[in-house]
């Protein structure tokens, strides 16, 4: 465990005697925001897809001490019995990790042939009201059972599950997260999609460190980011950058998710070796994360076990008309 008072940069001292020395961080990039808790980062596993999987994943975070504060899944809700949903739900309760689950259908599984074209048409978007009517279907089913996170890939379904949610129709403590799939990539969108209802918002892997403190001068939403994304999202693995990554980005949800690994959406017994197995190693790589960061310094900041909840954000308003 490193003692400095002050994070290092990789490779610091080798190269500072080799007279390689890196560029000093600039404190005007370091991000002003924080959870409410005060913490500056957050842990999740994503495409835990059902309870066996989930099983692996508690089990792999015991014994390699790795500390969650979020699980979510990719396949979807409409993929998951009310028993499979429930045994999730109170698996995550007993450890006090926030459990969240992706809504549908979308473009991609259903009959759209855009999203077979090189162009992706809208995507994994809602297309047309029977998808976004499914998508709510999904949330109310979810949350009846008693999740309270929401994954969405849509800006109309996320504005409709916020208006449910202030409704009264889904649970007022209910979060919604924004999916990588259409993730925002600029200070203006991220700040739109925050105020449509979003508590946590994923953006592209791809995103610089100069990206993040340009959203983070607009916006205080959190963030999530895969330190290391799937193929379909483009494969980057950003381990060294972590430090850097929390600082310019805070409050923000480290997500270890898995390159080089076949796709496991939408999941099915069929897939169950390669759900398990990639499971198992994503929690691993978590525990490769939390490790460098001890290493440079850098592990203080995070969030008490527990947490979820992201804080004052700004919305939009609304009318109860809207939609008739």
């Known amino acids: 465990m490193t003692t400095s008072t002050a994070p290092r940069l990789p490779g610091e001292p080798a190269l500072t005697a080799l007279e390689l020395p890196p560029s000093p961080p600039?404190?005007?990039?370091?991000s002003p925001h924080a959870f409410p808790d005060g913490g500056r980062w957050r842990t999740e596993v994503p495409s835990c897809e059902g309870p066996e999987a989930l099983a692996v994943v508690l089990a792999e975070s015991a014994?390699?001490?790795?500390?969650?504060?979020?699980?979510?899944?990719?396949?979807?809700?409409?993929?998951?019995?009310?028993?499979?949903?429930?045994?999730?739900?109170?698996?995550?309760?007993?450890?006090?990790?926030?459990?969240?689950?992706?809504?549908?259908?979308?473009?991609?599984?259903?009959?759209?042939?855009?999203?077979?074209?090189?162009?992706?048409?809208?995507?994994?978007?809602?297309?047309?009201?029977?998808?976004?009517?499914?998508?709510?279907?999904?949330?109310?089913?979810?949350?009846?059972?008693?999740?309270?996170?929401?994954?969405?890939?849509?800006?109309?379904?996320?504005?409709?599950?916020?208006?449910?949610?202030?409704?009264g129709i889904l649970p007022a403590g209910t979060t919604l997260k924004v999916s990588a799939l259409i993730g925002p990539v600029n200070p203006a969108s991220y700040a739109v999609?925050?105020?449509?209802?979003?508590?946590?918002?994923?953006?592209?892997s791809d995103l610089t460190p100069d990206h993040l403190t340009e959203i983070r001068r607009v916006s205080g939403a959190p963030m999530d980011m895969y330190i290391e994304a799937p193929d379909d999202l483009g494969g980057y693995v950003?381990?060294?950058?972590?430090?850097?990554?929390?600082?310019?980005?805070?409050?923000?949800?480290?997500?270890?998710?898995?390159?080089?690994?076949?796709?496991?959406?939408?999941?099915?017994r069929q897939l169950r070796a390669a759900v398990l197995d990639t499971a198992r190693e994503r929690v691993r790589r978590g525990r490769l994360a939390l490790d460098?960061?001890?290493?440079?310094?850098?592990?203080?900041?995070?969030?008490?076990?527990?947490?979820?909840?992201?804080?004052?954000?700004?919305?939009?308003?609304?009318?109860?008309?809207?939609?008739?």
């Not at 270890?256 to 496991?264: D, K, N, Q, S």
């Not at 290493?295 to 308003?317: I, N, T, V």
């Open 63 to 167: 014994r390699l001490d790795v500390p969650l504060h979020r699980i979510s899944q990719g396949s979807g809700i409409w993929m998951l019995t009310d028993a499979e949903i429930t045994e999730m739900v109170q698996a995550c309760a007993e450890r006090d990790i926030e459990l969240c689950l992706f809504t549908g259908p979308r473009g991609t599984w259903d009959t759209g042939a855009a999203t077979r074209t090189d162009s992706g048409g809208a995507g994994l978007r809602a297309r047309g009201h029977s998808a976004l009517a499914g998508c709510v279907e999904d949330a109310v089913r979810a949350t009846g059972l008693g999740v309270r996170c929401l994954l969405v890939a849509d800006e109309g379904v996320l504005w409709t599950l916020h208006r449910a949610r202030a409704a």
């Open 26 to 30: 600039e404190p005007a990039d370091t």
């Open 292 to 324: 460098l960061l001890a290493r440079h310094g850098a592990a203080d900041g995070m969030s008490p076990l527990g947490s979820r909840l992201p804080g004052p954000l700004h919305r939009f308003e609304h009318t109860e008309s809207e939609g008739n």
């Open 238 to 268: 950003r381990m060294y950058e972590l430090a850097e990554l929390i600082r310019r980005g805070a409050p923000l949800y480290l997500k270890f998710g898995l390159a080089r690994a076949p796709g496991v959406y939408p999941s099915g």
């Open 193 to 204: 999609y925050e105020r449509l209802g979003a508590d946590s918002l994923n953006v592209p």
